[in-house]
């Protein structure tokens, strides 16, 4: 497989469920990312992980728990989610995090919370 | 003020002619300045990023940056029905290294 891959790409899950959705890329990256993507909003940064270390936290709410085992994969864990955290849930990775690096994004993950 | 703005569209062009993309930003430290595309129920994908003030061209896409009006541009030759897309602007945020900050982005539509 090449570039960034994440799986689930769809995922309906009850308030009450936890679930994961995992990330892996074969870029050789660094950096990796996660973001959220609501109908009519524009992108938002989640959780930003440099060589395995969480750099950066956008004020997300508890219930979603990011994992970086290394810097090939990432990991979001969902508990008690609420029916608005429906949406795409998008990977990117990096080489570094410096001013001139670029992000590849995942296919993202389509999350549906009932 | 947004810190990364686009007009949402949608922008219609007729195919064959040129689509001009804009976009404004506010954070002045900003150094590096990305174009993606997005088709519908799909990830973003890179199509351009430009550092330095000017033109820089890459195929039926030209990028265009002036630093000083905190302007960035994406223009498209020869449209073509596959270009309809929403194209989203994104700049880093000289404060925060790894942050980059997306527009809402502009959906662009070419008519046969």
């Known amino acids: 497989e090449t570039g960034v891959t994440q799986t689930p790409r769809h995922l309906v899950m009850g308030m009450t469920n936890k679930k994961s959705l995992k990330c892996e890329q074969h870029?050789?990256?660094?950096?990796m990312y996660w973001y959220k993507q609501s109908a009519k909003k524009p992108l938002e940064l989640m959780f930003v992980?440099?060589?395995?270390?969480?750099?950066e936290n956008n004020s997300v709410p508890s219930r979603f728990s990011p994992e970086c085992p290394n810097s090939s994969h990432l990991f979001l864990h969902l508990h008690t989610l609420q029916p608005e955290d429906s949406a795409l849930y998008l990977c990117?990775?990096?080489?570094?995090?410096?001013?001139?690096?670029?992000?590849?994004f995942g296919p993202g993950t389509r999350l549906t919370v009932l | 003020q947004k810190e990364v703005e686009q007009n949402s569209g949608p922008l219609s062009v007729p195919e064959g002619a040129i689509a001009s993309l804009n976009c404004t930003y506010s954070?002045?430290?900003?150094?590096?300045f990305f174009w993606y595309r997005q088709y519908s129920g799909k990830s973003p994908e890179l199509i351009m990023f430009?550092?330095?003030?000017g033109d820089k061209e890459d195929g039926r896409f030209t990028a265009q940056l002036n630093k000083a009006s905190q302007y960035v541009s994406l223009l498209i030759r020869d449209s073509q029905p596959s270009d309809s897309a929403t194209y989203l602007c994104?700049?880093?945020?000289?404060?925060?290294?790894?942050?980059?900050?997306f527009g809402s982005g502009t959906r662009l539509s070419i008519r046969p």
């Open positions: 990117a990775s990096s080489q570094g995090t410096g001013d001139f690096d670029t992000q590849y």
């Open positions: 430009i550092y330095s003030n």
């Open positions: 992980y440099n060589f395995k270390e969480q750099t």
């Open positions: 870029l050789g990256h660094n950096a």
């Open positions: 994104a700049v880093n945020k000289y404060s925060s290294a790894s942050k980059i900050i």
């Open positions: 954070d002045r430290g900003s150094q590096s």
